[in-house]
């Protein structure tokens, strides 16, 4: 079975950083794609950032330039280092994963529809 733990959320100040995690059991995080997701109250859940099992990545506009996803295989464990917060970032993130396949391998997909297992999520919070 496969699943899926999220942590690291919290409350931050703009222009802080946090660390989210997640916690791969069941199957080899190497044979997968995988991504991060958030959804706002009241907004649709959005991609991220994605990450294929060849290593490459994935990132929103809004996002780029602040936030990493990287992945510890070894550990079976996703991460997405976000600095920079703002405001806007304020949301529930939950991570995602879908066995990959060769379409995805340049580009993982950062639709929701392209994944179908997902974390509990883990609230962020940032304050102006």
């Known amino acids: 079975e496969v699943q899926l733990v999220d942590s690291g959320g919290g409350s931050v100040q703009a222009g802080g950083s946090l660390r989210l995690s997640c916690a791969i059991f069941g199957y080899s995080i190497s044979t997968y794609r995988m991504a991060w997701f958030r959804q706002a109250p009241g907004k649709e859940r959005e991609g991220v950032a994605a990450i294929s099992s060849a290593g490459s990545t994935s990132y929103a506009d809004s996002v780029k330039g602040r936030f990493t996803i990287s992945q510890d295989s070894a550990k079976g464990t996703l991460y997405l280092q976000m600095n920079g917060l703002e405001p806007e970032d304020t949301a529930m993130y939950y991570c995602?994963?879908?066995?990959?396949?060769?379409?995805?391998?340049?580009?993982?997909?950062?639709?929701?529809?392209?994944?179908?297992?997902w974390g509990q999520g883990t609230q962020v919070t940032v304050s102006s």
């Open positions: 995602a994963a879908a066995g990959d396949n060769w379409r995805y391998r340049l580009l993982p997909p950062l639709s929701a529809p392209e994944y179908n297992y």
